[in-house]
């Protein structure tokens, strides 16, 4: 292991000798539960001093990839994650408690609505008259309808948008198929096709959504579907624009003589929000599902999201769910018409979006005073480019902040450009010095 590690160390620095080993960890060259060299052990062979490892020690062991039993050694930290899919494993990360977490990708829990007025409408008992019973309670259906980018044949409820995706991918695409994904984007995407035995088609995404001309040379290859989020887009939080939108339509129609991929629109963030909804279903109602997540804005936990689309693919849908856990519970569903309705949790919304909004400038500001380029997103999450990402991750770390890494989001990895996510809407103060340090991490190396 001693000579597996030295190997690996390019620059003998506290900085390059954890970048080593965490590169090392990462590619499983050394493995959870392994006990690493001494201090001194490391120094002697890298010639360097043992204060040096041991700070280099202590970065590893503050982003959670080793951790010390005092005098039996340092240990690789045994995963906690190994229930989860490998992309969404990595974007969770280690499970350090750190001063500041910004890598959750998770709604700022001051600013969800208080549920106390809507659980006041939640009937007293779990009950239902029969296992066939409605689907979508109708004053929700009829509320959702009413704010939907277009008008959908069919529209369903179910747990969370992933959910939603999932359903989708899983009436639609068979194994061997392709499906076009944005580059970089949701990991959970990527995790969901692998298991689907499906060929994940990435297209890179600039500030104004999907590119055009990429997007036509992935229709080439006749992909089953495209993911694309219109909003607040995770992780960069870039939203499409009206322009581009048209552009994408057009592009889509052009390549109709060589394929028919079926449109997945995941608005996961569109209560909280500052853009509008741009759909490709007002293009193509008859392919086009459309996803709306009430999790950014109402609560995660709360496990609900909406399904709009052609009737015959919802019915596979709702039709799978039959067989599976049948219906969501209409006491949430109950739950979530109440906040979409009532005066006091739309008025808690609407600050929500406006914080978001105000934060999001805030640190962008903040980033540019301090040397970084840098543009305000959408949503929660905004992008940030890095000369070195595990160095960045690293600096933030031995500052207390915690960070996504941006090779979570590729389903296939970049080597020109390096990234980390940065979920802006957890910071509530102090933009200036967060920003600072933001920006110091994005040049180190």
């Not at 050394?30 to 040096?52: H, I, K, N, W």
């Not at 039993?69 to 750190?98: C, D, I, K, N, Q």
């Not at 992935?218 to 495209?226: C, G, K, V, W």
């Not at 693919?313 to 569903?333: E, K």
């Amino acid at each position: 292991m001693l000579d597996t590690i030295t190997d690996a160390v390019e620059t003998k620095t506290p900085e390059g000798i954890a970048s080593a080993i965490s590169r090392l960890i990462r590619g499983g060259a050394l493995r959870s539960g392994e006990r690493l060299p001494t201090v001194r052990d490391v120094a002697a062979a890298l010639g360097v001093s043992p204060a040096t490892v041991s700070n280099a020690w202590q970065a590893l062991s503050k982003v959670g990839l080793i951790t010390s039993r005092g005098r039996a050694g340092s240990y690789v930290l045994e995963a906690s994650t190994a229930w989860m899919p490998p992309h969404f494993g990595e974007l969770a990360g280690s499970h350090v408690v750190a001063r500041l977490d910004l890598s959750t990708g998770t709604p700022d829990p001051l600013l969800l609505p208080d549920l106390a007025l809507a659980l006041g409408h939640v009937p007293t008992r779990a009950d239902t008259a029969s296992y066939l019973d409605m689907r979508v309670l109708p004053d929700l259906e009829k509320q959702l309808r009413a704010s939907w980018p277009f008008v959908p044949a069919s529209l369903t409820i179910l747990d969370g948008a992933l959910d939603a995706i999932s359903r989708s991918l899983e009436a639609i695409v068979r194994y061997g198929d392709r499906v076009v994904v944005e580059s970089p984007g949701f990991p959970a995407f990527f995790d969901l096709l692998e298991q689907l035995g499906v060929e994940a088609i990435p297209v890179a995404i600039d500030s104004e959504g999907m590119r055009p001309e990429l997007l036509s040379a992935a229709l080439d290859l006749n992909p089953a579907a495209i993911i694309i989020q219109p909003r607040a887009q995770n992780p960069t939080g870039v939203s499409l624009t009206e322009e581009r939108t048209r552009e994408l339509a057009r592009v889509i129609r052009a390549k109709s003589h060589v394929c028919d991929p079926v449109i997945i629109e995941d608005d996961h963030s569109g209560e909280i929000t500052t853009g509008p909804a741009f759909s490709l279903g007002q293009w193509f109602p008859h392919r086009t599902l459309h996803v709306r997540s009430f999790a950014k804005s109402h609560g995660p936990d709360l496990r609900i999201g909406a399904l709009g689309g052609p009737t015959a693919i919802i019915d596979r849908v709702v039709a799978r769910r039959m067989v599976g856990p049948g219906w969501t519970s209409r006491m949430l569903q109950t739950i979530l018409y109440q906040l979409l309705t009532a005066s006091p949790s739309v008025t808690q919304i609407s600050e929500a979006r406006r914080v978001y909004h105000a934060r999001q400038r805030a640190l962008s500001e903040a980033l540019v005073r301090a040397g970084a380029a840098h543009s305000p997103s959408d949503g929660i999450n905004t992008w940030l480019r890095v000369r070195d990402e595990k160095a960045a991750i690293l600096s933030l770390a031995a500052s207390g902040i915690k960070v996504a890494a941006g090779s979570s989001f590729y389903a296939v990895p970049l080597e020109s450009e390096q990234f980390i996510r940065i979920t802006a809407g957890r910071i509530r103060e102090d933009f200036d010095q967060v920003g600072a340090l933001l920006a110091a991490a994005a040049l180190a190396s």
